[in-house]
């Protein structure tokens, strides 16, 4: 065991004879939030898979909280909220989505599973967060693309769980939202809790980001943010960069294709 949080060594992850991940290495040793960007298709969401165990690379090994994704997968996912980044989810019987995020606590409980008065607190007061508060009741399949990925934030949250992965959730999020969830992940990292953020915009989150993952299928950069976010090192990935200088911040534009 590498003692790290997260440790990626040599991992490469094939899909349909094509390989979308090559060679990745990274370590991310403390409790802390690691910022995932890429273009559009740089395998971003492929490596929370690998992260979660939904896919085995074919070369090198990942480690996750101590266990291997591919072999401790269930012991893992209890440990792990994990917000995917596909726009509309159904579900065949029809939850409301009170249940939906209660549902996302039961899952990670050992047997006997049962819901506490603290665990739907908890639920209530993620989905508050969240603006949602008064949807507790509505039925999840009724709801818009973007109150479908609040619901699924919250439940996520909701878990209290010591790793999260979010893949590109604060584009789909209203202002109120998105201030809401960066004070969220302050206290998680207060409390010694690991997030990983995919995201192709740098802001808000670049603030809060304690690593930065810049990928490409390769790893392009990694490392703490001021050092890898230099036009030298992220010009071979987006060829459109452009950097503004702004009160006295300098902001980078990625401009890929899709953003
Ligand atoms: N199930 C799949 N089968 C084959 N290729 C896939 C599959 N899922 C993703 N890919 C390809 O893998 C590459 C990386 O995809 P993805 O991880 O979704 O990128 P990102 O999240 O950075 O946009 C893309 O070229 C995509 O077309
Ligand atoms: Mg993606």
Redesign the pocket.
């Known amino acids: 065991m590498s003692g790290s949080i997260i440790s990626v060594r040599n991992a490469s992850v094939r899909?349909?004879d094509?390989t979308?991940l090559e060679d990745i290495s990274f370590d991310l040793e403390r409790p802390s939030i690691l910022m995932v960007v890429?273009p559009?298709?740089?395998?971003?969401?492929?490596l929370l898979k690998l992260l979660l165990g939904i896919l085995k690379p074919f070369k090198g090994t990942v480690e996750v909280l101590g266990l291997n994704p591919f072999e401790d997968g269930k012991k893992l996912r209890r440990l792990v909220g994990y917000v995917p980044q596909k726009d509309k989810i159904s579900y065949e019987t029809p939850l409301k989505v009170g249940e939906v995020v209660l549902m996302g606590t039961l899952l990670k409980k050992a047997f006997p599973r049962s819901i506490s008065k603290e665990d739907i607190e908890a639920a209530r007061k993620a989905l508050a967060y969240m603006g949602m508060e008064n949807l507790w009741r509505s039925f999840f399949n009724e709801l818009s693309g973007g109150q479908q990925r609040r619901t699924l934030i919250a439940r996520a949250l909701a878990s209290d769980p010591a790793l999260l992965l979010l893949d590109e959730v604060f584009a789909s999020l209203d202002f109120e939202s998105q201030g809401n969830l960066l004070s969220l992940l302050r206290i998680f990292k207060e409390n010694r809790k690991t997030v990983v953020i995919v995201e192709h915009e740098l802001d808000p989150i670049i603030d809060l980001a304690d690593k930065i993952l810049v990928l490409n299928r390769k790893v392009c950069a990694y490392g703490d943010p001021w050092d890898v976010l230099s036009e030298e090192r992220l010009k071979p990935v987006y060829p459109c960069l452009r950097s503004l200088e702004k009160e006295g911040r300098r902001i980078l534009i990625l401009g890929d294709k899709h953003a």
Do not use: C, Q
């Not at 559009?40 to 492929?46: D, E, L, M, P, Q």
């Open positions: 899909l349909n094509h979308v890429g559009n298709g740089s395998g971003k969401t492929t």
